[in-house]
């Protein structure tokens, strides 16, 4: 299985192969998805509240990202590995966010960085593109986009909102000028059918979605949580995913719990 590289990225987007991307928080994963053959592994800052049981987004901090990026990074061969800012460095501007950038490169060893909330932020993405370091930039309806535009957000990641059609002209031109800023790659969040075909047209870089995407953006990216249904609320609400790993795990250790309270040897047990 051949490296992927941006280039060839950009080779699947002019030939309209899809890429196939794949948020993952752990070594054991990461060994998984990058055997199946995904294009792109991105440690997300959604670890803090998907697996480690955190309330606030914000909570997680750039020393915790590389954390989880170094393990993850040991389990890609063949992948472009992605890792995301934690909130606070490129707030603070270009120098703070060239910074992070070089530790997630240097330290955890990361192919690209990616950049929530990037068209805001178009000097400090500049900044880290020349400091030679791919940038994935997110853009589209955010939390904090829809607060600004009085639009709906829906955090839900199997909803399929839509940028409003109001909005189209306004997400060409970001994503225009996030291709100009430098960046190699584009997550638009919650594009919708028709603004979602047009960004793609419009560009000449890749543009992937995670909630809110859909088969008219050049690929997809979700986490690899949500597309097996490994969150124990799947044990009480079967998600529309593609598996019920939740359900799995319950039904394995009960029946580890009755061996061990029946007196049983555990399977795998037999040598411990």
Known sequence: ????TLAGLQAMKREQRKI??????DYQMARIVDQVGVDIVSVGDTVGVNLWGR???FEI????MIVVARAVRRGVRHALLSCDFPYGPLQEGPDSAVRAAIR???????DLVKLDGAADHLPAVTAVHRAGIPVFAQFGITPQTALRHGVEYRADPGADAAVP?????????EAQRLEAAGAALLNFTNSGPVIGAEVTRAVSI???GGHGGGPWLDGRIR???AAIGYAASALDDPPDTYANVARISFDAITAYAGDVRAGRQIKGGKST
């Open 1 to 4: 299985m051949a490296k992927v």
């Open 20 to 25: 196939v991307g794949v948020v993952v928080w």
């Open 55 to 57: 309330t606030n987004p």
């Open 61 to 64: 901090d750039l020393d915790e």
């Open 104 to 110: 997630l490169v240097k330290e955890a060893g990361v």
């Open 165 to 173: 059609l109001r909005m189209r002209d306004e997400m060409v031109a």
């Open 206 to 208: 890749p543009v992937v």
């Open 223 to 225: 986490m690899a949580t």
